[in-house]
Nanobody, 124 residues
Framework: QVQLVESGGGLVQAGGSLRLSCAASGRTFSSYGMGWFRQAPGKEREFVAAISRRGASTDYVDSVKGRFTIARDNAKNTVTLQMNSLKPEDTAVYYC?????????????????WGQGTQVTVSS
């Protein structure tokens, strides 16, 4: 079992920044592909960013490229999402996800474990 706990959400004005963190349990964190997804009210959960097991490769949805940065620290079992230049349309619950086999994925179904989510609200 892998437990994921997100933190760092909150309320911020448009143009501001937030840094989300996800702490993972387990001794094999460095073997997991990790991803961030988000879900706005009334919408499907969508891919935001992903990072490979060693952090060498990353991927982002087009709408956040140049504004968000995903990173990981395998020594601390954490993955972070630095979000800059936030927009009201970034408002959502953000979820951390772990993929225990293979590479990372941009598909929700490609992940085995999920955190409970953290709310991000961007005011205009």
């Amino acid at each position: 079992q892998v437990q994921l706990v997100e933190s760092g959400g909150g309320l911020v004005q448009a143009g501001g920044s937030l840094r989300l963190s996800c702490a993972a349990s387990g001794r094999t964190f460095s073997s997991y592909g990790m991803g961030w997804f988000r879900q706005a009210p009334g919408k499907e959960r969508e891919f935001v960013a992903a990072i490979s097991r060693r952090g060498a490769s990353t991927d982002y949805v087009d709408s956040v490229k140049g504004r968000f940065t995903i990173a990981r620290d395998n020594a601390k079992n954490t993955v972070t999402l630095q979000m800059n230049s936030l927009k009201p349309e970034d408002t959502a619950v953000y979820y951390c996800a772990a993929r225990t086999t293979g590479y990372y994925s941009t598909y929700r179904g490609g992940y085995d474990y999920w955190g409970q989510g953290t709310q991000v609200t961007v005011s205009s």
